[in-house]
Nanobody
Framework: QVQLVESGGGSVQAGGSLRLSCRAS???????MGWFRQAPGQEREGVAT????????YYFDSVKGRFTISQDNAKNTLYLQINSLKPEDAAMYYC???????????????????WGQGTQVTVSS
């Protein structure tokens, strides 16, 4: 079992930057961790994933080149650096995790077992 707590959301002008954080209660196991987002009236979509064992990452097409997912194992914290914000990036951003003892990661949000409460990102044009 792991608890996830996101922070760092806020209101930013288009073109600006934010860094979201997700603190995990424990990371003694290797996990697939990810960031997902959901805007009002829309389905939840993937942003980026990372396998904590190797640091291998995956980015969904809509954020490639602008978002960076990273981890600080010493702090049990996952980050999402968001640059060049666009109005369409506005959403509730969620951190998610699932144990991955044999390696690898998933892209489908349905495969993730643990979720944070979310942090809101608002973009003004």
């Amino acid at each position: 079992q792991v608890q996830l707590v996101e922070s760092g959301g806020g209101s930013v002008q288009a073109g600006g930057s934010l860094r979201l954080s997700c603190r995990a209660s424990n990371t003694y196991k290797t996990y697939c961790m990810g960031w997902f987002r959901q805007a009002p009236g829309q389905e939840r979509e993937g942003v980026a994933t990372i396998y904590t064992g190797t640091g291998g990452t995956y980015y969904f097409d809509s954020v490639k080149g602008r978002f960076t997912i990273s981890q600080d194992n010493a702090k049990n914290t996952l980050y999402l650096q968001i640059n060049s914000l666009k109005p369409e990036d506005a959403a509730m951003y969620y951190c998610a995790a699932r144990e991955s003892p044999f390696g690898g990661c998933w892209r489908n949000s349905a495969m993730f077992r643990y979720w944070g409460q979310g942090t809101q990102v608002t973009v003004s044009s």
